[in-house]
């Protein structure tokens, strides 16, 4: 058979060693507690601060796990979390190099999203991309991506989804809240009116007296 050695310092002196340590540790504790501190702070158990970086670096992450976000919007979000200005002008920068930020494929999607998700217009659509501080150059650009004939194909498929809510109504009323849903999208005047005059005359309106209704040019 063979006899367990133990050696100095073994699993049963460790664990004597350990509680006479505890015990000792908890005296001290006690009396360092009476005398209103401790062997260890809440500073100590936390850390150092985060440096202002650091700091900016996970509101940026964290803001970006939940959406895409504009630099404006991020910038926005560091100033009111009190983050210094240069300190968030460097981790925007920073976040723009690898990717991270990227306006340009911000309004792109937004414009995509937004045309075909709620039938906005451009001129709707660039007011939206103005409001979360996309720059003027890239804002043309992803709104220039949808034609005319885009829009107006939208605007048509909008008004055949509202004209049997309209049924009912006098022709002027209807030809003014048909305008007016196309107007609140974005929609210009002459072309709001145009498609709206078109579908209510393939339903059976008299074109001539929708003429009419329409406002002088």
Request: hydrophobic share 30%; net charge neutral.
């Given at each position: 058979?063979?006899?367990?050695?133990?050696?100095?310092?073994?699993?049963?002196?460790?664990?004597?060693?350990?509680?006479?340590?505890?015990?000792?540790?908890?005296?001290?504790?006690?009396?360092?507690?009476?005398?209103?501190?401790?062997?260890?702070?809440?500073?100590?158990?936390?850390?150092?601060?985060?440096?202002?970086?650091?700091?900016?670096?996970?509101?940026?992450?964290?803001?970006?796990?939940?959406?895409?976000?504009?630099?404006?919007?991020?910038?926005?979000?560091?100033?009111?979390?009190?983050?210094?200005?240069?300190?968030?002008?460097?981790?925007?920068?920073?976040?723009?190099?690898?990717?991270?930020?990227?306006?340009?494929?911000?309004?792109?999607?937004?414009?995509?999203?937004?045309?075909?998700?709620?039938?906005?217009?451009?001129?709707?659509?660039?007011?939206?991309?103005?409001?979360?501080?996309?720059?003027?150059?890239?804002?043309?650009?992803?709104?220039?991506?949808?034609?005319?004939?885009?829009?107006?194909?939208?605007?048509?498929?909008?008004?055949?989804?509202?004209?049997?809510?309209?049924?009912?109504?006098?022709?002027?009323?209807r030809l003014r809240r048909l305008a007016g849903m196309l107007a609140r999208?974005?929609?210009?005047?002459?072309?709001?009116?145009?498609?709206?005059?078109?579908?209510?005359?393939?339903?059976?309106?008299?074109?001539?007296?929708?003429?009419?209704?329409?406002?002088?040019?």
């Amino acid at each position: 058979m063979t006899r367990r050695t133990e050696w100095p310092g073994s699993a049963d002196d460790t664990s004597s060693a350990a509680g006479d340590a505890e015990t000792r540790n908890g005296r001290r504790g006690r009396r360092g507690r009476e005398d209103g501190g401790g062997p260890s702070s809440s500073r100590a158990e936390t850390g150092p601060p985060r440096t202002p970086e650091e700091q900016a670096r996970a509101i940026c992450l964290r803001l970006l796990t939940g959406s895409p976000r504009t630099r404006k919007q991020l910038a926005d979000a560091l100033h009111q979390r009190g983050i210094p200005e240069e300190a968030a002008e460097e981790v925007l920068s920073r976040f723009e190099d690898v990717g991270l930020i990227d306006d340009a494929a911000f309004a792109d999607a937004w414009v995509e999203s937004r045309h075909h998700g709620r039938g906005l217009a451009r001129r709707a659509l660039a007011r939206e991309l103005r409001t979360k501080g996309v720059d003027s150059a890239l804002i043309d650009v992803a709104v220039g991506r949808l034609d005319s004939e885009q829009e107006e194909s939208t605007a048509r498929e909008l008004v055949d989804r509202k004209l049997r809510a309209t049924r009912g109504l006098d022709r002027e009323k209807r030809l003014r809240r048909l305008a007016g849903m196309l107007a609140r999208k974005g929609y210009p005047e002459g072309l709001a009116l145009r498609v709206v005059k078109r579908a209510l005359e393939e339903e059976g309106e008299d074109p001539e007296l929708l003429e009419q209704h329409l406002p002088e040019a």
